[in-house]
């Protein structure tokens, strides 16, 4: 089933070269626009109490490059990451382990647009390609 305002892009089995491993899951993408500033809006995916308030787990976030984050659900799971990009109030970036399926890492990008009317939030959510020298 697709959310109401996703957009989804699947991914076939395709090399570009010998060395790229191209991602066989789907992209998903929303874009919501929010009638808060950016500032507001970037309080809501980075401060844990915020962040847990509509994620749906609780977040516990160290928010800088190279920082853990933890997610806690109701249930008992977690699901750590690791938080690549810290730009406020533009974007925030990080990569989940990879989840019970046995799927890859993937990559959760939030960025932030200041429009007339508030914020523009888009959210990428995709698999962590990776890069390797051939034969390596």
């Known amino acids: 089933m697709q ?3 996703c957009t989804c892009y699947p991914k076939g089995p395709v090399r570009a070269t010998g060395w790229l491993r ?3 899951r789907p992209v998903v993408r929303r874009e919501i626009r929010l009638a808060v500033s950016r500032e507001a809006a ?3 995916v980075t401060e844990p109490g915020h962040l847990s308030a509509w994620f749906g787990a609780e977040a516990d976030l160290d928010l800088r490059p190279g920082g853990e984050a933890r997610f806690r659900w109701p249930d008992g799971t977690v699901r750590l990451a690791v938080i690549e990009v810290v ?3 533009r974007r925030f970036s990080f990569v989940w382990d990879p989840d019970d399926d046995g799927g890859a890492s993937t990559r959760v990008t939030f960025t932030l647009l200041q429009t007339d009317q508030g914020t523009r939030l888009v959210v990428v959510e995709a698999e962590a390609t990776m890069l390797a020298l051939a034969g390596a």
């Open 22 to 24: 191209v991602s066989t």
């Open 3 to 5: 959310l109401h305002g």
């Open 42 to 44: 970037w309080a809501a």
């Open 87 to 89: 730009d406020p109030p």
